[in-house]
């Protein structure tokens, strides 16, 4: 799951958001799934 989140993120030329600490610290792929699916789901909804 974590090389998935690298590409989509680099994709999307956001890669180095992924060094932040909200998402680096324990718990922090929590914080990740849930940006991403709620953003995933907000732009197909546009």
Not at 2 to 27: C, M, S
Not at 37 to 43: A, C, S
Request: net charge negative; hydrophobic share 45%; charged share 25%.
């Amino acid at each position: 799951m974590n090389g998935e989140i690298r590409v989509i993120y680099n994709d999307l030329a956001r890669y180095e958001e992924l060094a932040h600490p909200k998402y680096t610290d324990t718990g922090g792929i929590f914080d990740i799934m849930a940006v991403t699916v709620i953003r995933t789901h907000l732009m197909e909804a546009a």
